[in-house]
């Protein structure tokens, strides 16, 4: 079975920090190319960062120069580094694998973390 | 940056009626747009991908057409479990990718 679990979420101050983690199972997880994407209380969805298999990487604005993107193929995770956090980054934040064909469209998507940014 | 507008913000249909979503574009997308479901407290599940594909385990009553900036999902027949918030999103210009504002489908 594809899975995703994330952990790592908690209650920070505002401009501290968070080190969200993401580990799959069931497929290939080196071949993937793959994102997170968050939801803030009662909002829709926000993509946040994206990695490819072959690392490339992308940022949303909002997060560029806080947040950063990493793998680790030997322990089949994912990562995201939260630096100088906003009470705007309140959110659950979903680790999701970007489709094999449709790239980087997130097809599998794990549970969620939750993280609250506030004083 | 591309924006998604989704219509209706909300769809109050009964089981069995046939529901019909919209998503428009503010440029063209060409056919990279996706279609999710999610539940209360549940992550988005994809439904259909580029336009018309649906995604792995996904049934037939769901179907996605369109092109360009004009996209709609179908529920061809609603079942119970189909009530739900629905969203559009595009991989046509990236990054970043974009989301609609969401439709919420509730039981009338």
């Known amino acids: 079975e594809v899975q995703l679990v994330e952990s790592g979420g908690g209650w920070v101050q505002p401009g501290g920090s968070l080190r969200l983690s993401c580990v799959a199972s069931g497929f290939t997880f080196s071949t993937y190319n793959m994102n997170w994407v968050r939801q803030a209380p009662g909002k829709g969805l926000e993509w946040v960062s994206y990695i490819s298999s072959s690392t490339s990487i992308y940022y949303a604005d909002s997060v560029k120069g806080r947040f950063t993107i990493s793998r680790d193929n030997a322990r089949n995770s994912l990562y995201l580094q939260m630096n100088s956090l906003r009470a705007e980054d309140t959110a659950v934040y979903y680790c999701a694998r970007g489709h094999s064909s449709s790239w980087p469209t997130p097809d599998v998507w794990g549970k969620g973390t939750t993280v609250i940014v506030s004083s | 940056e591309i924006v998604l507008t989704q219509s209706p913000a909300t769809l109050s249909l009964s089981p069995g009626e046939r529901a019909t979503l919209s998503c428009r574009a503010s440029?063209?997308?060409?056919?990279?747009l996706a279609w999710y479901q999610q539940k209360p407290g549940q992550a988005p599940r994809l439904l259909i991908y580029?336009?018309?594909n649906r995604a792995t385990g996904i049934p037939a009553r769901f179907s996605g057409s369109g092109s360009g900036t004009d996209f709609t999902l179908t529920i061809s027949s609603l079942e119970p479990e189909d009530f739900a918030v629905y969203y559009c999103q595009q991989r046509s210009n990236w990054p970043p990718i974009t989301f609609g504002q969401g439709t919420r489908l509730e039981i009338k």
């Open positions: 580029d336009a018309s």
């Open positions: 440029q063209s997308v060409r056919n990279y």
